[in-house]
């Protein structure tokens, strides 16, 4: 089931509901994910300042895909700036290494 991903709100029940059903208490998957059980507890309850990318990394770890459904004129463009920001870390990295 395709289920829209609007809000924090959604991916912190979307985690509950799976952390739930594996028998994983919340302050356990906290430790096995690397964040507080705050984190975990703000996450699960749509706290809306909780930051993107540990959401992100939640839903990985649970196995849950998250995509954008873009046009393809919008996926085109995406992939242009994709590049341009790609190229720009690696000019980034490579000047950090060289010092």
Known sequence: ???PLTSVLDAGIAIRTLRKRAGIRIDDFAQT????K???TDLENGKA????GKVLQMLQRL??????????VDASAFQVE???A????TASSKA???V
């Open 96 to 98: 950090n290494s060289d």
């Open 86 to 89: 790609q190229a720009r870390r």
């Open 63 to 72: 196995g849950i895909k998250v995509g954008l459904e873009l046009t393809p």
């Open 33 to 36: 994910a690397g964040v507080s």
């Open 49 to 52: 300042t909780v930051q993107m």
């Open 1 to 3: 089931m395709n289920i």
């Open 38 to 40: 705050q984190f975990m």
């Open 82 to 84: 994709m590049g341009k």
